[in-house]
Nanobody, 119 residues
Framework: QVQLVESGGGLVQPGGSLRLSCAAS????????VGWYRQAPGEQRELVAG???????NYADSAKGRFTISRDNDKNTVYLQMNSLKPEDTAVYYC?????????????WGQGTQVTVSS
């Protein structure tokens, strides 16, 4: 009933930038807390950045000063601007969101988008 679709991943050189998007679809009244996670091969999935419904944000130490999470509540879309990318940022990036549908809250994951930082 609720789907998240990520886009914007790809191959970028160290020091480069990417902007990831996460678009929510379905009969959504509003997006609640949202987050960007990543998972590198052989590693656990980790939170990179999060945003509450009111726009408060938090970041992993590795992302502070380089990544920015933002949201467009009218479009039910969440973004992750990633600057000064490093090879260690290479991972599959996933969007997670709480979505209010009527009186129910759905917690949904996107399918992931690959980010590769390499020269």
């Amino acid at each position: 009933q609720v789907q998240l679709v990520e886009s914007g991943g790809g191959l970028v050189q160290p020091g480069g930038s990417l902007r990831l998007s996460c678009a929510a679809s379905g009969s959504i009244s509003s997006l609640l807390a949202v987050g960007w996670y990543r998972q590198a091969p052989g590693e656990q999935r980790e939170l990179v950045a999060g945003s509450t419904e009111t726009g408060s944000t938090n970041y992993a130490d590795s992302a502070k000063g380089r990544f920015t999470i933002s949201r467009d509540n009218d479009k039910n879309t969440v973004y992750l601007q990633m600057n000064s990318l490093k090879p260690e940022d290479t991972a599959v990036y996933y969007c997670n969101a709480g979505a209010l549908v009527g009186l129910r809250v759905y917690h949904v994951w996107g399918q992931g988008t690959q980010v590769t930082v390499s020269s």
